[in-house]
């Protein structure tokens, strides 16, 4: 059976990579460790929030890879604690979102077992670019009405 997509149509041109991220977006939100929200921090900031109790900034590293927030968590277990009960176990964790193109990672602040990790979405500029056509006719040859070829005038 042949898989249909939704970006299949002809009119939608290039748009494959958006389907891939929202291939990764859904594998990515089964995730369920470490909690977090997001936030929008005025017109055009966003902020991810991470609940990582028990991580220090050197067990944490957060990088860019594709259009996708990775953020990796480690910790090491102490080997010289001897553990009557262990609720809190040391894990590792990866949780990753999908950004939109022009998203910009402003900065990330460890603060009382909470990772803020800032984002900012420039305004587009808009961009009007003109395309010049190109056509030959009997040998004369015109580009957006301005003709060139004999120089006669003919």
Known sequence: ????????SPLLLGFDHVERMIERAAKAGSEGYPPYNIEQIGEDGFRITLAVAGFDAGSLAISVED???????????????VYLHRGIAARQFQRSFVLADGIEVIGAEL????LHVDLRRPKPEPQVRNIAIKTTDGGRKSTLG?????????
């Open 67 to 81: 259009n996708q927030l990775v953020i990796r968590g480690k910790q090491t277990d102490d080997k010289d604690r």
């Open 111 to 114: 603060a009382n077992g909470l």
């Open 1 to 8: 059976m042949t898989r249909v997509s939704l970006f299949s």
């Open 146 to 154: 301005v003709e060139s070829g004999s120089g006669d005038g003919a």
